[in-house]
């Protein structure tokens, strides 16, 4: 059980062991709320609330200041993502390109519905993106988009298709060799692991989720680390990401 004093500014916190003040202010207080605030924020489905440009994201504010400051800092030639759904992160991915005045988008998605298609087409920033439609742990899908890749492309590469941990490490084992040396494979939403019980979740997910695929991953290949990207300003004392990507920055070595 949580209680807050707020007049003295301190959690504290019940349970089996006992009981435990924290500064409200502390790392420690700011973990515990956070990690509340996201499953209420799951419950409520918060990330279903916002856009960038026009196009619904569903993504936490917050992971996109992060994978922002990961994508400026590598300067990716090209930016390969799966799961497109309203084509918010492709449109935001290609505002990032603009701005850096580098770099493209390549969007893969099993289905991308009529509506989505022609607002994502009809969108400023299309020139930056290549819609590519199909599963995109097929091969003819993965040969397409290599042949899209040239051999000296720096790229990064963002996972948020179809989450069970299958899927996520067939993802990382297909589109692992287009990262670039000190980029980046991104698989998201690992944050499943501590949501179950929460409503629309699965007993599973304990176990069957894209950290879980990660983790196998980089045990069989030691050229990549999971590695949280260091924060590039902090003037505060939080260190730690408020995410949906828990261990989903996996960083290729060499
Ligand atoms: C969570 S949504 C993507 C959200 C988007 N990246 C954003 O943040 O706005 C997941 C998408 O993955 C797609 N998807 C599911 N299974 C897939 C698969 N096997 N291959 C490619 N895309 C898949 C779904 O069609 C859906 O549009």
Redesign the pocket.
């Known amino acids: 059980m949580i209680k807050v004093d707020e007049k003295n500014g301190v959690l504290i916190v019940k349970d089996k062991k006992g009981s435990k003040k924290y500064m409200i202010g502390s790392p420690e207080a700011f973990s515990i709320i956070s990690k509340l605030w996201l499953r209420s924020g799951w419950d409520s489905k918060y990330v279903y609330s916002f856009t960038w440009m026009g196009?619904?994201?569903?993504?936490l504010p917050e992971d996109l200041i992060r994978i922002q400051e990961v994508i400026y800092r590598v300067k990716p030639d090209v930016i390969i993502?799966?799961?497109?759904?309203?084509?918010?992160?492709?449109v935001?991915h290609a505002s990032l390109c603009k701005a850096m005045g580098h770099g493209r988008v390549i969007?893969?998605?099993?289905?991308?519905r009529p509506h989505n298609r022609k607002a994502i087409e009809e969108h400023e920033l299309f020139n930056y993106i290549t819609l590519v439609e199909?599963?995109?742990?097929?091969e003819g899908?993965v040969n397409s988009v290599k042949r899209m890749v040239k051999s000296d492309e720096r790229g990064l590469v963002?996972l948020?298709?179809?989450?069970s941990k299958q899927?996520a490490l067939a993802e990382l084992n297909a589109y692992s060799s287009l990262v670039a040396i000190d980029s980046y494979i991104i698989a998201?939403?690992g944050i499943m692991e501590a949501l179950v019980g929460a409503p629309r979740s699965n007993d599973d997910w304990s176990w069957n989720n894209p950290k879980a695929a990660a983790e196998e991953f980089v045990k069989n290949h030691d050229n990549f680390i999971i590695e949280e990207p260091k924060f590039q300003f902090n003037e505060g004392s939080i260190i730690e990401r408020v995410t949906y990507w828990p261990s989903a920055f996996l960083r290729r070595i060499k």
Not at 55 to 59: A, E, L, M, S, V
Not at 134 to 138: D, F, K, P, R, Y
């Open positions: 196009r619904p994201i569903i993504q993502e799966t799961g497109i759904a309203h084509g918010g992160t492709l935001f969007g893969i998605d099993i289905e991308i199909g599963g995109s742990v097929e899908v963002i948020d298709s179809n989450h899927h998201e939403d």
